[in-house]
């Protein structure tokens, strides 16, 4: 949703001390294998189109390439589409030092899980869930398969008119925003960082870049800074 509002901080949920050290520089030299999935949704056929979504991903999928990630990616897929997406980021991103995951596009939670719009998805009931969307829970166990550092990066905070839908229909508590991400084996090794606080909705913002997207586009990739200390950046920036 473009326009005003009040928004809160791409707040970090930081795990592990292995973050601390992290570097993600430009132009550094590294033996590391990094690998990113980057999936961003805007022309939706069944909920209002986001303009910002795939500007955001393609932005981001660029800045990644360029600091030595394998960059699987997909814009304004489907369901099918998606699932065949994943699976190529899946069989890619095995064994992995880093592995990061960037969505921009409609999210909602759902009895405290949370899940992701492909730009097909017509949510009737609860049973959608299982056929319509895509849960960041299947994402994370992809990405979780022998890799060190895990990154997720979510911007899919925006106000979701099909969560409405599905609460009405009798999907559990379903709502814009996402839940809280409770991170599995202690979360080691893990960051996951929203577009704004949890349950909360963010704005598309006024811009190129989503607020949050723009700020991630600022700072990932500053020589010499810890991940850690980026999205403190990231946060700063959202503030504003």
Excluded: W
Excluded at 23 to 31: N, T
Excluded at 60 to 78: C, H, I, P
Excluded at 158 to 181: F, M, T, Y
């Amino acid at each position: 949703m473009r326009g005003g509002g009040a928004f809160l901080p791409g707040m970090a949920s930081l795990f592990g001390l292995a973050l601390a050290v992290l570097l993600i520089a430009a132009g550094a030299a590294s033996a590391e294998r990094r690998v990113a999935l980057v999936l961003g949704n805007g022309a939706y056929q069944h909920a209002p189109a986001l303009a910002n979504p795939v500007r955001d991903a393609r932005a981001v999928a660029a800045l990644l390439a360029s600091l030595d990630f394998e960059v699987v990616s997909g814009f304004d897929e489907t369901k099918a589409e998606t699932q065949a997406t994943i699976s190529r980021f899946a069989k890619a991103v095995r064994g992995a030092d880093i592995a990061l995951f960037y969505y921009a596009g409609h999210g909602l939670q759902v009895s405290g899980s949370n899940y992701l719009l492909p730009v097909d998805a017509a949510l009737e009931d609860e049973t959608s869930l299982d056929f319509e969307t895509v849960s960041v829970d299947f994402v994370l166990r992809q990405m979780s398969r022998e890799t060190g550092v895990r990154l997720v990066l979510l911007d899919a905070c925006r106000d979701n008119p099909l969560a409405a839908v599905l609460a009405k229909a009798g999907g559990g508590d379903a709502s814009s925003g996402l839940a809280e991400i409770q991170v599995q084996n202690g979360g080691a090794g893990t960051l996951v960082a929203f577009a704004t606080s949890p349950s909360q909705v963010a704005y598309d913002g006024s811009g190129e870049h989503s607020p949050f997207s723009g700020a991630l586009l600022n700072h990932l990739g500053e020589a010499n800074i810890s991940i850690t200390e980026a999205m403190n950046r990231v946060t700063s920036d959202v503030f504003k």
